[in-house]
């Protein structure tokens, strides 16, 4: 049948039918990709900085993905990999893998997007160091086909230049968008909820100043008589209540005639931002993933809810370790081929908290407690 003819055309023939031709992206369309993704960086960069609680979600997030091992067939190998691992420089001033991934997740998180690269030493026979690259600083889009990735740098002067070695280049995206190569951000559709939350900090703050530190009105209302030297009395006042308002310790204010004070601000009242405050940050900790506790916010939860939550923070951590193995495994592969050996490798994290132990205590325990059941019943029939 025509529809099975696939099998006999080569490789060169294959082409993604659902994507678009490489004569659509124009120049013009690919600045203002990239253009586009330089404002999306800068605004959720800006996020993160302006918003303490999304700041400490992220860091938690990457505090809690933990350790790993790598364990092979050999024990010596074990020990020779992760010993690499503990040791390896990591950019300019840090050593391990685990200051490498914090980066690269933290990144990949804020950004949706991580790029690394694995540097190799001058005689190319291991691993010298392993670098987090900026994303202003790399181009990434399809190449040839959008089963490809193509890396590029970009020069001072806006060029691209494709990498030379795209072997020794960690990347990773998480939830790209369908025909898209870039990542989503964790962060995305919170600007709008940041940006409101942020006014009421600053309306709760002018409302401060301006109620909480006191200020004055000083009126002075001149007789007739007094009219003809209002001016030259009026400016007295003011002397001597800046005067007694600028005195370390308490001066008393003494004048004459018809001159009353008020407090400016004193029959206002600030309004409650509690409850549209915590609206805010449901909002935010229910995109982030993040039980209330761990962030230090004492909402009323029962220990069934706050075990539940847990468990869904757990799941959110497995997600970020399943991409974090791509990179792993890429490093542990260039290892082992510089080193010319030739073996299988499985990455072993920790457990992501105490608890886990005891519900895999727990559950090995109900486990054989089955198993002798059933051996007994099988042996009385």
């Known amino acids: 049948m025509a529809l099975f003819n696939f099998r006999n055309k080569t490789k060169s023939d294959f082409k993604i039918q659902t994507a678009v031709s490489d004569g659509y992206q124009n120049n013009f369309s690919s600045f203002l990709k990239s253009s586009r993704s330089i404002c999306e960086r800068s605004l959720y960069k800006s996020l993160k900085d302006s918003v303490p609680i999304i700041d400490a979600a992220i860091s938690k997030i990457i505090r809690l993905i933990g350790d790993f091992k790598i364990k092979t067939d050999s024990p010596v190998l074990d020990e020779q990999i992760n010993h ?101 951000s964790i962060l995305k559709g919170l600007p709008f909820i940041a940006d409101t939350l942020m006014k009421i900090f600053n309306a709760v703050g002018t409302n401060w100043d301006r109620v909480g530190n006191v200020r ?13 030297f209002s001016k030259d009395r009026a400016r007295l006042i003011a002397e001597e209540w800046s005067k007694a308002m600028k005195s370390p310790q308490p001066k008393d204010f003494i004048t004459v005639g018809d001159v009353s004070i008020k407090v400016i601000g004193a029959d206002n009242q600030i309004p409650d931002s509690n409850i549209p405050v915590r609206q805010l940050l449901e909002q935010i900790i229910a995109k982030l993933s993040i039980p209330p506790f761990l962030l230090g916010l004492s909402w009323s939860s029962t220990e ?27 490093i542990c592969d260039t290892y082992f081929k510089l080193n010319a050996v030739n073996t299988k490798f499985e990455i072993v994290w920790d457990n992501i908290n105490l608890q886990d132990e005891v519900e895999l205590a727990k559950a090995r325990l109900l486990n054989a407690q089955a198993l002798q059941i059933e051996n007994k019943l099988e042996r009385n029939d």
């Open 304 to 330: 069934r809810m706050s075990s539940q939550q847990a468990d869904i923070l757990t799941s959110e951590l497995e997600y970020y370790r399943r991409i974090l193995d791509s990179a792993i495994t890429k």
């Open 216 to 228: 004055f009105a000083v009126s002075y209302k001149p007789t007739e008589n007094e009219r003809s």
């Open 84 to 184: 690499f691992f503990k040791n390896v420089r990591v950019n300019a001033c840090e050593t391990g893998i685990s200051s490498f991934l914090s980066c690269y997740l933290q990144q990949l998180l804020i950004y949706g997007t991580a790029v690394g690269e694995i540097v190799p030493d001058s005689s190319c026979k291991n691993i010298s160091a392993l670098y987090n690259a900026s994303l202003d600083n790399i181009d990434i889009s399809y190449d040839v086909t959008p089963l490809n990735v193509k890396i590029c740098a970009v020069a001072s002067n806006g060029d691209k230049i494709p990498v030379k070695y795209p072997a020794l280049v960690l990347f990773s995206s998480i939830m790209p968008e369908p025909g898209q190569i870039y990542g989503t």
